[in-house]
Each structure stands twice: as structure tokens, then as C-alpha cells.
């Protein structure tokens, strides 16, 4: 009996490093936000006490429901944007073509750049008095707006341009992983290599495709710097007006029911995911 | 549908290696030619300019007498089948199949048709709505040859389309291509290590090591009058005797002469264990050293003079000698003489080793 | 009403000069005066009864809430301090709302504070006051290097009484600027009326910044409240503390109908821009003509060749509202005469000479002679001296503030 204690004991002193590190960094967080978005947890002063108060504002304030839908409008057109541009990208890389190693370094570099300074490039492009506009001015053109206009064309174009290389990197992983046998036999059956791209290579990428524009629409979710300096002055995305409720009004608990309210949406895209993805694996898993 | 194939010069180099070094190659219509050398002689390299998934550094490729090299893969018309299957895993068995026909945009009812003649054929029909991961790995590979040939290619290649398979099925499968290349005709090249394969398969066999081709004959020519070293030990087990001819005479390394009438003076004789005979006699100059039952036949390593020599004896009531005992030998009425690989000669006109 | 106040403020300003200093708001000094008897401090007596005493104390901890300003204090003000008393001064840029709570602590745990002079931001200075952190001196009348402030701004921190425990030692004021690239001097919209028209008849080309993503804007709005704004009770709660956020919902549905209409006018023919930078940028590549500015940053940004010299500022007519920072001696400080005597020293003509030529920051000195402090070419970048300070109000109540901005989100942004 002692033994077994013993080894029980031992079991949860060997949990402790990885268990213990996602309650500490993940769980303990999480749940602060959880509480504090019902009023039960605050930063600076003391928690009201337990209140819906939060949620009721951010779900029937005009403004906080337009942020959540246009925060959901730009992640998802600039990861499908993204996705778009990613894929003839991977199709690229795979084959060989001169000024190949340079491209391999160039398309990276977006990795590296803060979402501030992408913004700041889109600014001096295609901001009214900047390059393209000028030139297209000189040109006797007009150049449409493509900051703080309506459909936020600007924002878009900036947050694609920021996940292209990562999805470019997820995607072309699993690409590689296609044997390349399979792809040698759909090119002898009279595929074009765009064709046994598109009908043989991204099917079977597939579940490395929809990994890296769900990890990109998730982290887009909170993008902040792009919008805040590029986007429509109306409606700011859910990001903005928590940095504001937080650092300009001390709205904390306001922030917190944001905050939830983003995770459960991305919680519910994933499940969907999964949802889906374990279907699809099942159909094709029975057959006749 | 089927084609000739013709290689001329070919060469391919990946950095200081020379992968293959100026082959030529000629495979008739209808013929069905084996490329048969161990792993790294060159062969799936050959294969692979043939593919069109490797380009050539020199050489020309054509079939039907139309150039191909300069195509690509899916302009060349060929059929594929590859050692790891490489089927398409989210397609059903039937729309691997229709691969190819889609591809050539050919009508829906063709391709109903001869997707199922194809499934037919490969008696794969009951299962034409599995998937790839639900069929055993002699199943897939039938699926992979009706993929091949059902869009009626000029040329059929198979790269050690048998080599994940275990043995039984392997020789299954093995019968049931030849019988499907006896009715078809279609110009194949096949690509193996195995010999057995190479012999049971092949019109012509292409033997090759060190990224050239050795030499090509029918299999019954080149088990029996190889003519390089090479092909002998490769191609089945040999005994390899040097000898040396003086007065119409041939002095072998035991004190043995034999009536010789060729005019080199150093010979290298090689000569199958099956065709050397063997008898029991106290006063014979031979020692059998050791014996293994094989079933079918019996292998004797025999010590004569300097020599040991490999002896098979086929069928029963042979009773089985001892190590120790004393034999004597009886060489074939017909030695055969092969030459060392290092004078394997290197064509200087394609025209040259196609005819050789 | 503020007229009235500042008579006998200012009147309170000039007897006081000479009389001993009092604790403000309370019986005793909240401070410990290490040597120096305060009941018979004056402004008279106040360096030679401070220099020997802070001389001793020989060093000081500053704590400065700002980014922008660590070159002026680091590379100009804290040389020279040191320079001129030998005091030497540990100099560390600070999170202010961190910094408040970080002296709270140290005040409940009955400790020294870890500051002697902490540049405060005028949003923090209630908290702090109300925290008991803030020493109770008057400052607004006691330091003799500086006997002609702004008594509004030395006593009143966003509408927040605090009886001049903290000398504001910088100001800022919204304004417009404007390019003489396309609009002559003279010729630019003087009053809100003017503006709208010049937006109308020149689309697009009036930047403003969204008033809940920069305090040009922001100012603004309240410049046009206190324009438009013409009721009463309406106008009654501008410089009231104690308005609650409920309060000024209510009074931005009840009170903001003009200032409403003049916005969707001017909003369908301006260009609303993502912040101060933002409106800066469309006014220095020439998309705009005139924009919503603030004096201090568009300074920093000419002299850094980052807006055209041909840009120019001014205040409209009706006045447009400025705010400020300001210098507080912590109650726990352990070193309060050297305390006192960089804080003279930052509020002498030399400090806030050098301050507003370096950093376009303004003085609440009413005497400062800018003419002859600043060069010529630096003074001339600044609003002009018949509009400034005279036209400068302050800023109003921040909950009034607040609700006015999501008024102005949800009736102009959103349905433009």
C-alpha cells in the first residue's frame, strides 16, 4: 500500500512539468479572463461582484456587435486572401527556377516585419499622397482608396501580405510530404504540372491546407496594429476597442467579455474543424 | 496502340557521379525488355528519361520515332507503374482509374466503359469503390497497371512493380502480368533486380551495371552463352574456371587437358553448377567439401586441385554423397567462354550496342 | 465663470509670495521635512533656506511618465542640474498608472517613497491626490522661479481640484494646422462655420482625427462642444468633477444635438483619419490641406522634417481646449529640500525656455518671453502670441469627454 502511494505520487510529481506549465501559462489566464469578463475578477481595483453587465454590453452596443462582425469579416477574407496567394506560391517553390534561392529568402521576409511597420508600407503605397497614387496621378489615373475606406481593401491587403509566408511554410510542408511517385504518376497520365498540383497534390495536402488557414484566421482574430492605423475609421474590430477599454478607460471587465467572447468564437471554428475533418475521414473510411 | 522506343546516347550526371554514361537502347514494338543490374547500375535512372521525371545531360529519347525528351511526362503517352504503387489515396479505385482518361478528356461513357474492361481485366471489378488504403498491396498494384494501361499507352514501364510484395504473391502477380503482356502486346520496359523476374518475363533483357548497359539478349541466351562475366554471375550462379589453351589444348587448374581448338591462350570458362555431372569414385580427383539439400536439387561444393566448384544435381534417386567422399567430374562437351567486364565495350555509334 | 475664479486665485498667488506657506487642504504637511521648517517657508526665503539643505541631500530619484521627453531630461535638464548644484539625479522613464499604484503600495506598507519627484500625467494626478501620495505643499505659489503660473492650470487637473500640490511644468493645446502651400495666411478658416465651408468647397481635404484614436481629435470635439454648446445646464457640467459615466451618457444624448449637426456636415466632406500621426502624414504628402493637430508634436515633427515649414498652426476664434502635465513631491520622500529644488529648477525660465524649442512643449508661465528666449525661426513654428495662450481653454470633464466620443461614433462614423 505504501508502494502504491508512493508510485502515485510519483505519477503527479511527473505531471507537474507539463501539466503544470499549461495551467500556470495557458489555464491561469483563460480563467482570469473568464472571470473578469462576469465581474468576479479585476485588475487595479476591486471585482464588482457577479454581473452579466459585460456580455449585455458588448452583444447590444451597435458598436462593440459591429466590431465582432467586422473583426470576423477581416479575418476571414484576408486568410482566404492569403490562402489564395499562398497556394500558386507553394506551386512555385516546388519547382525549380533561376533566382529560386533568393525567392526562397524573399518571400519570408513578411515573418519578420511587425504588423506596425506592414502598415506603415501599405501607408506610404497606397495611402491618398503616396507612391502608387502619385504615380497613377501622374498618369492621368485615379487610384482607388484603399485606407480607412469602407471595406478596409488596405487592412486586407496588409494582413495577407503578413501570413502569406507562414502559410506558404505550413502548406508547402505538407505538399512535400506528397510522394512524389504519386505525383510522377499523375503527370504520366497526362496531368500538367498545374494539373497534378491542383488535382492530385492539394487534395492530398489537404488537412495541412486547412491546419494553416484555421492557425492563420485564429491569429488574424486579434490582429491589431494593421487595422488600428489602416482600417475605417467605423466599425474598429473588437482588438481596437479592447486596447482601448483597457489602457484609455479602464474598462477591464468590458475587455474580458471581448476577450471570451473572440476565444469562443475561435474554440468554435476549430470544433467545427474537427467536427468536419472526423467526418471526412470516416466517409472515405467506409467505402462501399 | 504500341510503339518502339529508341535511346540514343544517353547520359545523366548528378554532380561528379555519372548516373549513366552514354546508353543506347532499343526496345521493339511490342517487345517487352527488362533493364535487370543491381541497385545503383543505372536502371531507374533510365528509366526515369524514359519517364520524362529526369532530363537527360545528352542523349535523345524517341518512340514511334517521334522525340520525346524534349516533351513532358504527360505528352509522352507512356504508362506507369511504380514499387510503391502510387496510387492517388483520395481517389476510389475506379476514379484512379479514370485518372488518366479524364486527363484526355475523353466522354463519360468511354471512360465508364474502359474503366471497367480495365477492372476486368485485372479482376479488380467488385472492388471499384474502395479506396487505395483498403486493398491488400497486390490489389493496389493491379489497380496501378489497369491505371497504366487503360489509357492505351505506347509504352508501359515498371519500376520493381513487385518488390514490395511477399513471395507468393510476387509470383502470382509475376504470371498474371506475362499473361497480360502475351494478350496486349504493349511495348514494356521493366525495371528489376530480380533475376528469377528478368528470366520469366522478358523478350530481351538488358543487363546492366555501373551506368552502362553490359549486354542484351533473350534470357535463354544470356543464361546460356553470357558474354561478359558480369552477366554470367549475375544472371544466376556460375563457376568461373581460368584456364590456359596450348597445343589445340586446354590445361585446367587441375590436372586436367581437354581438346581446344580457340587460339587465345588465357581463357575464362564459365559453366553453370547444374551442367557439371558428378559421380561417386574412390580414385576420382575430386573432394566434396560440403553438401546442402535444397529440395529440388542438391548443391555440392567440390575441392578439385586449387579449384572449388559448385555442383547442382537435380532430381531423385540420386543418393545423397558425403563430405569427405571422392568424385569425379564431368564437364559439359560445350565450354563456354566469357570475357572480364573491363572489356565491355563502350559504343561509339548508338547503332553499335543496339545490335550487339 | 473661470474669470471669476482667477482674480482672487491670482490675487491669492501674489499675497501668498509673500507669506509662509500653509498645507493645502489639511492642518498638517503630510510630508517629512527632514530639517527644513516649512511653517516658515516662503517663496522669498526659499533658496537659501533650500540650496545648503538639498546640497547635503546631494542625489535624487525622478520618475517621468513620458516617452518623448527622456532626450530633453537626460541629454539637457539633469546635466544642468547637476551641473549648477552638484546634486546628482537617477533619471527613470516610468508606466505612470504603474508608478501611482507603485507608491499607494509603498505608502500602505509605511515606507520611504521610492521617488522624490515624479512627472505625473494629469489624468493620474485625482488618483494620486486621493491615494494620499501627493505631499500637500503649494507649489503653485511657492517656488520663486516660477510666480507668474497659469493659476487654473496650477491648481485644476482635468476639472480635479488639487489645490496646487502638482506644478504643471508642461502643456500642450490642441489647435489646427494648416499648409500656406494652399492656404494663405490670412485666408484660413478662423471659426468651426468657416471651416465647414472651406471642407465643403474643398472635399476631402480637411483632415480629422477620430476623436477615440487621437487627442487631436478628440480635442477637437470638445472644442466644438464648448462652441456649440450653448444651454446652460448643458454647459454646467464641463468643469465638474463629480459627473459619474451614467451622468454624461445622459447629458451626451441630452446636450449634443448641435454639435451633432455640425459634425455630419463636416464629416461627409473631411477625411477622418486612424490618429495623430495619421492626420499629420496626410497633411506633410500635401492629401491635405488642413487638419486637426497637436502645437507640441507638429513642432517635433517640422523640426525632425517630418511636416513641411510651409504647415501653420492657429486656434480658432471660439477658442480650442489644451491640457498639461505636472510635477508632484511624493509624500514619502526622504529628500525633500532636493525635491524641491529641481523642482524649482525645472519650472525656471531656462527649463521651459529650453522645453518648448526642443519639444514644442508649452509653458503655464504667463511672463515667459518667447520672442526673446526661442530663436526666431523656432518661435515662428509656434502659434502665434495673439492666439495663444489667450485662446486656450481647458480641457473638459473626461467622463463628458468620453461620452461625447461615442456619440460622435455612433452618430457620425457609424452612418457615414
Known sequence: ?288 | MADDLEVRGAIKRYGAVTALGGVSLRVEQGEFLTLLGPSGCGKSTLLGLIAGSLEPDAGTIQIGGRRVDILPSERRNIGMVFQSYALFPHLSVQENVAFGLRMRRVTETDIKRRVADALEMVGLSALSSRFPRQLSGGQQQRVALARALVIEPAVLLLDEPLSNLDARLREQLRDELRGLQSRLRTTSVYVTHDQAEALALSDRIAVMNGGRIIEVGSPLELYRTPKYRFTAEFLGNTNLIRAHAENAQLHLPWNERLPWHQTSSRVLLSIRPEDIGISSDPGGAGLIESSVFLGAWVEYHVRIGAQRLRVHVAGGGSSLLRSGDAVRLHLPLQLHTVLEDDRVQVPTSPADRVLA | MKKIVLIPLGLAALVASALAIEPVNNAEFNVDAGGLNLKTLTSKNFLSRITPLAKKQASLTFYDFTESFSPLFKDNVLPRFEKKYGISVKYLPVDGAVAVQQLIAAKKATQPSPVDVFFISNGQVETAVEGGIVANLPLNTLLPSAPDLNQTAATVSRGFAHGGVVVPFHRNQTAIGYNTRFIATGSEPTTFEELLVYAKQNPKRFAMTNPSKGGSGGGFLESAILNFVKDEACRKPFYDKKVDPPQAEKWATDCLAPVMAYFKELAANAEITNGNTDTLTLIANGAAYIGTIWEDQAYDFMGRGLLPTTVKFRLLKSGQVGDGDGLMIPAGTQKLAAALLFTNFLLSDEIQALKLELNGSRSARTTLNIAKLLKPENAARLLPTDQYPSLSRPRINGDLSSAAQKRFTQDILQGK
Not at chain 1, 524573399?106 to 503605397?125: D, H, Q
Open chain 1, 1 to 288: 500500500m505504501n508502494l502504491a502511494w508512493k508510485r502515485s505520487l510519483s505519477l503527479w510529481l511527473l505531471l507537474i512539468p507539463g501539466v503544470g506549465y499549461l495551467l500556470v501559462f495557458f489555464g491561469s489566464p483563460l480563467a482570469l479572463a473568464l472571470l473578469g469578463s462576469v465581474g468576479l475578477e479585476t485588475i487595479g481595483t476591486d471585482a464588482p461582484g457577479f454581473t452579466l453587465q459585460y456580455y449585455r454590453t458588448m452583444l447590444t452596443d451597435r458598436i462593440y456587435l459591429d466590431g465582432l462582425w467586422f473583426t470576423l469579416y477581416l479575418s476571414t477574407t484576408s486568410t482566404l486572401l492569403s490562402l489564395l496567394v499562398a497556394l500558386p506560391i507553394t506551386a512555385l517553390i516546388q519547382q525549380s527556377f533561376p533566382g529560386q534561392r533568393l525567392f526562397n529568402t524573399l518571400y519570408k521576409v513578411p515573418l519578420v516585419v511587425p504588423g506596425v511597420v506592414a502598415a506603415f508600407l501599405v501607408l506610404t503605397l497606397v495611402d491618398r499622397g503616396g507612391l502608387l497614387p502619385r504615380a497613377f496621378e501622374r498618369l492621368g489615373l485615379g487610384f482607388p482608396q484603399l485606407v480607412r475606406d469602407r471595406l478596409a481593401l488596405g487592412v486586407l491587403i496588409g494582413m495577407a501580405w503578413k501570413s502569406v509566408p507562414f502559410m506558404v511554410l505550413v502548406i508547402g510542408g505538407a505538399m512535400a510530404a506528397v510522394p512524389k511517385d504519386v505525383l510522377a504518376a499523375a503527370r504520366t497520365l497526362g496531368a500538367s504540372s498545374w494539373q497534378a498540383f491542383l488535382k492530385v497534390q492539394v487534395p492530398l495536402a489537404l488537412p495541412g491546407i486547412t491546419a494553416a488557414t484555421l492557425l492563420v484566421f485564429i491569429g488574424s482574430t486579434g490582429a491589431y496594429a494593421i487595422p488600428n492605423l489602416i482600417g475605417p475609421v467605423y466599425p474598429l474590430p473588437l482588438s481596437v476597442h479592447m486596447y482601448q477599454n483597457a489602457f484609455e478607460r479602464n474598462q477591464w471587465g468590458l475587455v474580458a467579455a471581448m476577450g471570451s467572447v473572440l476565444s469562443l468564437t475561435s474554440s468554435l471554428v476549430l470544433l467545427a474543424y474537427y467536427q468536419l475533418t472526423k467526418g471526412a475521414t470516416n466517409a472515405s473510411g467506409k467505402g462501399v
